[in-house]
């Protein structure tokens, strides 16, 4: 039950990344707009990886009847999601992979020299900054533009970088309810960011950390 439950929310996952993408190629399509066309990559990029997980997970339950997820897979998965989160970090004009801020590398140093250092962990590690610099630039612009939609996207932002690091805590702390918060955040987050995605196509284009 706790398996189908898992693959349920990844799946969930799946098809609000896939609408999202949807959105974003129409207004990329009607606009022109390379942003657009960026976050149609991130969103596709994000649910493909919830779609990873939640079809190996099936897979592995009803056709090898295994109990758990390989690991390979959920790292599989989670990798192609912090694709998509790169591209949205990379559609605020990001200049360097690491920020040079001192306050956010005292943020980033814990994640990576933690015990239990694994390829998920260090991947999530890096979704997890990613998505704290588009939060921050997005709450930046929200502050000059005062306009809600980018605090949609700032939520939703936000949001995901929360659920990126429950889902860190879940890998230190196993067999937690940890995951299935985190997995929920995450969908939540991509809710809260189709809100101003959704009207791109009738409104023209769009800039994660700018206009909407």
Do not use: C
């Amino acid at each position: 039950m706790e398996v189908v439950f898992e693959s349920a929310l990844n799946l969930l996952g799946f098809v609000v990344g896939l609408v999202l993408g949807i959105f974003s190629y129409i207004g990329f399509r009607n606009t022109g707009s390379p942003t657009l066309f960026r976050l149609n990559i991130a969103f596709f990029s994000i649910g493909i990886g919830f779609g990873v997980v939640g079809f190996g997970d099936l897979m592995e339950l009803w056709v090898f009847k295994y109990t758990t997820i390989d690991t390979w897979i959920q790292t599989l998965g989670i990798g192609i999601q912090t694709v998509g989160y790169f591209f949205i970090a990379f559609s605020h004009g990001i200049k360097s992979f690491f920020p040079k801020s001192r306050y956010f590398k005292s943020i980033a140093a814990p994640l990576f020299i933690l015990p239990g250092n694994s390829i998920e962990h260090i991947i999530r590690s890096i979704s997890f900054i990613l998505l704290v610099y588009g939060t921050i630039e997005t709450i930046m612009s929200y502050m000059e533009s005062r306009k809600r939609s980018a605090l949609f996207v700032a939520t939703g932002l936000g949001l995901l970088a929360l659920g990126e690091f429950l889902g860190w805590y879940s890998i230190v702390f196993p067999k937690s309810i940890l995951y299935f918060v985190s997995v929920s955040t995450k969908i939540v987050g991509l809710g809260a960011l189709f809100v101003p995605i959704s009207q791109v196509p009738m409104r023209g284009g769009m800039k994660i950390g700018g206009n909407i």
